[in-house]
């Protein structure tokens, strides 16, 4: 039986299940402590209308590139009010169902129709790559362009032209993830010219175009931003988020030496299961197939390539997923199609379970949910108030329920929607204006000594009525 005989699957006729486990985004509150700072700076630059510069509660913030926040921007403005969760984590889905059509669109291309449409099914029931298409984080976007951009280069191969949508691709991958993109391909590019010496004649051509395209889009925010803001942007972002992290600036992320080479194999085996164990043993195929060959390296170097990062955490091997997905299905036979195919919708059926109803769960057992549900309520009873949080990180001295979230709590600057004082120091409380404000607080913070300084500052605090009994509380802080 020829690879041709296989039954063809297209991306249109399979798309469904691969949005399966991607519904329930708009369930869970944001988590903390990434997804609660992005989709803080993304109502912050929405009330600001200043689509360059990000604003975490009032200062610049340059953790991440432009392209998370502007992806989420347009879907928070249109129903961001009234479904926040599911608007700002809209991208992060769009972009996994894109890169399961890339990697579909890729295959068909390369002749390996019946893959074509097993692939995206093989994408979308891989568990890291579902968990990531439910939060807001730019990984999904980094590794939708990074396919974009290594499958039009294969095509650029036989048409020179498609140089011009790697440019582009990159670009967004730059706003994406910042300038370690370039690293990556850069790197990704040697590789493959000294390891194909046969196809080196098609790499003449078409690179001027590419180049002036990516350098646009690049400029597309890179530019304004280091007008605008000048040093700072430079040794914020350039200096302190790119080249330091990598080299081990980011100590909250780091795991021991002996960890450096396993860490990240160990990640993608367990998350990709069962494919990583189907391309495991597709290693046959390296000496057949240059399109295998190519995927490949790409898996590699990019597990490689994060192993050498001191900072480590388990999503940062999200970009090689797609590679995984292309060599598991490229190592399809035509007999074993049909079992393939539902295998591939029994693991998507499994993973939609486990990632829907983990997120939910979660959003209970962290404590999210009634911090949330905890200000909400509190803002209907005050509505317009000046919003205090008061000692939201864990506390020198006090004991605290281990399932609860001892961090800052950002996503309750995205909920309040607007510039908040957050303290742990009494004394900053008599910054707030005269008049009423909101006090947000986890219980056991506000002591009766806390509360006769504030009386004594001529100042008063009560238990917002229908409010706390739980792990947080609220209270109205009045002062003349």
Known sequence: MSEAAAPTLTFRRVWWWVLLPLLGSWIPPFFDLDEGFYAAIVSEMSR??????????????????????????????????????????????VATMV?????????????????????????????????????????????MCLAGALSTFFKSLEVPKFRVGTG????????????????????????????????????????????????????????????????????EFLIEQNVNRFLGGDTAHRTPFWMTPIYFPVVLIITALPWSLRALRSRTYWSQCADYRYAARWLILVTVFFSISQSKLPHYILPAFPAMAIVAAISIR?????????????????????????????????????????????????????????????????????????????????????????TSIPEDLERQPGGTSLLFTRTG????????????????????????????????LYRR
């Open 334 to 422: 035509p007999e074993e199609f049909q079992r393939v195919v539902a295998q591939a919708r029994w693991a998507l059926g499994i993973v939609a379970v486990v990632v829907i109803g983990g997120m939910a769960w979660w959003g209970g057992a962290s404590g999210q949910v009634e911090a949330r549900d905890e200000l909400r309520l509190a803002k209907q009873v005050l509505p317009g108030a000046p919003i205090v949080l008061y000692q939201l990180p864990k506390q020198e001295g006090i004991a605290y329920e281990a399932r609860l979230q001892q961090t800052s709590l950002p996503s309750m600057v995205a909920y309040a929607r607007k510039v908040v004082l957050m």
């Open 99 to 143: 890169t399961a059509w890339i990697l579909t669109r890729w295959l068909a291309a390369t002749g390996r129709e019946p893959s074509a449409g097993v692939v995206a099914l093989i994408y979308g029931s891989m568990l890291l790559p579902v968990v990531m298409g439910h939060l807001m984080t730019p990984d999904a976007l980094f590794v």
């Open 168 to 235: 582009f691709w990159l670009g967004m991958g730059v706003l994406a993830k910042g300038p370690v993109t370039l690293a990556f391909f850069g790197a990704f590019l040697l590789w493959n010219y000294l390891g194909e010496k046969e196809l080196r004649p098609a790499w003449r051509g078409g690179w001027l175009g590419g180049i002036a395209v990516m350098v646009a889009v690049i400029c597309t925010w890179y530019l304004p931003c280091y007008l605008v803001n000048r040093e700072l942007f430079v040794q």
């Open 48 to 93: 600001r209308g200043d689509w360059i510069t990000p604003f975490y509660n009032g200062a610049p913030w340059f953790e991440k590139p432009i392209l998370i926040y502007w992806a989420a921007l347009i879907p928070y403005q249109l129903f961001g009010s009234f479904a926040p969760e599911f608007a700002m984590r809209l991208p992060s889905a």
């Open 445 to 476: 913070r506000i002591t009766p000594a806390f509360m006769e300084g504030v009386r004594a500052q001529g100042g008063e605090l009560e238990l917002i009525p229908g409010t706390g009994g739980g792990a947080y509380e609220s209270y109205r």
